[in-house]
C-alpha cells in the first residue's frame, strides 16, 4: 500500500522561502511521476508543479515559474518543492500525488490527469 506525508508547511511572511517535502511509504517509488497541487478556501485543487519519475524534466504553472523548484530524490523515495518568493496568493494547503502511467510528459497533462494516490496536504500561509 502506498501512502504519500507531506511536511514544511508553516507560517511565512512575503517574500520569504520554504521548502516541501513528500516521502512515499512504498516502492518502487520511481515508476511514478509525481506532482504537487494546491488548494485554496474556495477555490477549486490547481496544479503547481510536476516532475518525471527520472527528475529529468519538471512543469511549472505560470504563477510559480521563476520562484517554485521541484525535485525529486529517487534513492529516498522524496519529493520536494521549493519555494521563494512567496506572495499571499501561495496560501493554500499543498498536496503531492503520484501518477504511475503517463501518456505525454506536457503540463497540460499533468494538470489534468487522474493520479495513482494522493497526499492529505500540509498548509501555507503567507503574511503580507
Known amino acids: 500500500q502506498v501512502q504519500l506525508v507531506e511536511s514544511g508547511g508553516g507560517l511565512v511572511q512575503t517574500g520569504g522561502s520554504l521548502r516541501l517535502s513528500c516521502a512515499a511509504s512504498?516502492?518502487?517509488?520511481?515508476?511514478?511521476?509525481m506532482a504537487w497541487f494546491r488548494q485554496a478556501p474556495g477555490k477549486e485543487r490547481e496544479f503547481v508543479a510536476a516532475?518525471?519519475?527520472?527528475?529529468?524534466?519538471?512543469y511549472y504553472a505560470d504563477s510559480v515559474k521563476g520562484r517554485f523548484t521541484i525535485s525529486r530524490n529517487n534513492a529516498k523515495n522524496t519529493v520536494s518543492l521549493q519555494m521563494n518568493k512567496l506572495k499571499p496568493a501561495d496560501t493554500a494547503v499543498y498536496s503531492c500525488?503520484?501518477?504511475?502511467?503517463?501518456?505525454?510528459?506536457?503540463?497540460?497533462?499533468?494538470?489534468?490527469?487522474?493520479?495513482?494516490?494522493w497526499g492529505q496536504g500540509t498548509q501555507v500561509t503567507v503574511s503580507s
Open positions: 512504498v516502492l518502487p517509488f520511481s515508476n511514478y511521476a
Open positions: 516532475i518525471s519519475w527520472s527528475g529529468g524534466n519538471t
Open positions: 500525488a503520484a501518477v504511475e502511467r503517463v501518456r505525454v510528459y506536457t503540463t497540460s497533462y499533468f494538470q489534468r490527469a487522474t493520479y495513482d494516490y
